[in-house]
């Protein structure tokens, strides 16, 4: 609970300092995303000024799982370039079999679903002159088929625009 506290006030903050002028920088972009979870190739694809699309291929040990998102995009700190994002989507993917044998256990686990709810909150740079954006979020994630649970993950995404 402290946790969604958290995130709605630092989501409440952002869009406080926010300016929603036109915040697109480019149209589509493709690149890698590193996450809590999942490493991955990330695609983005702008809708209109300040909505997009994004899907997110991830692997992980022992599987993978497929990110999609909708986000909003807003120009943050009054700086060309630099832009502040929010959305949901969700997620679809499994973790194959595995034997944890790790302090002498020999624990032995099922192939598993992982479907769920994520959501998005970060900032994200898009260099001037440069076809490159680098981004930075939070992740919060709920897992159904394996839980329920939450949790919170960090991102860090390269991506090359055009």
Same mark, same amino acid.
Do not use: W
């Given at each position: 609970?402290?946790k969604l506290i958290t995130i709605t006030l630092v989501?409440?903050?952002?869009?406080?300092i926010t300016n929603r002028a036109a915040a697109q920088?480019?149209?589509?972009?493709?690149?890698?995303?590193?996450?809590?979870?999942?490493?991955?190739?990330?695609?983005?694809?702008?809708?209109?000024?300040?909505?997009?699309?994004?899907?997110?291929?991830?692997?992980? =040990?022992? $599987?993978?799982?497929?990110?999609?998102?909708?986000?909003?995009?807003?120009? %943050?700190?009054? *700086?060309? #370039? !630099?832009?502040?994002?929010?959305?949901?989507?969700?997620?679809?993917?499994?973790?194959?079999?595995?034997?944890?044998? =790790?302090? $002498?256990?020999?624990?032995?686990?099922?192939?598993?679903?992982?479907?769920? %709810?994520?959501? *998005?909150? #970060? !900032?994200?740079?898009?260099?001037?002159?440069?076809?490159?954006?680098i981004s930075l979020d939070l992740n919060p994630r709920?897992?159904?088929?394996?839980?329920?649970?939450?949790?919170?993950?960090?991102?860090?995404?390269?991506?090359?625009?055009?």
């Amino acid at each position: 609970m402290k946790k969604l506290i958290t995130i709605t006030l630092v989501l409440f903050c952002f869009l406080l300092i926010t300016n929603r002028a036109a915040a697109q920088d480019y149209k589509m972009a493709i690149g890698l995303k590193f996450g809590g979870y999942e490493n991955g190739i990330s695609g983005k694809y702008f809708l209109n000024q300040t909505s997009a699309l994004e899907a997110i291929i991830g692997l992980r =040990s022992h $599987g993978a799982a497929l990110t999609g998102l909708y986000e909003f995009h807003l120009q %943050a700190f009054n *700086v060309p #370039g !630099l832009n502040f994002y929010y959305g949901a989507g969700g997620h679809l993917g499994g973790v194959g079999n595995r034997v944890d044998k =790790s302090f $002498g256990n020999d624990n032995y686990y099922r192939s598993k679903v992982l479907i769920g %709810a994520d959501g *998005v909150l #970060g !900032l994200e740079y898009k260099i001037d002159r440069a076809p490159i954006a680098i981004s930075l979020d939070l992740n919060p994630r709920i897992e159904f088929a394996t839980g329920p649970f939450f949790d919170l993950a960090p991102g860090l995404g390269l991506k090359y625009t055009f």
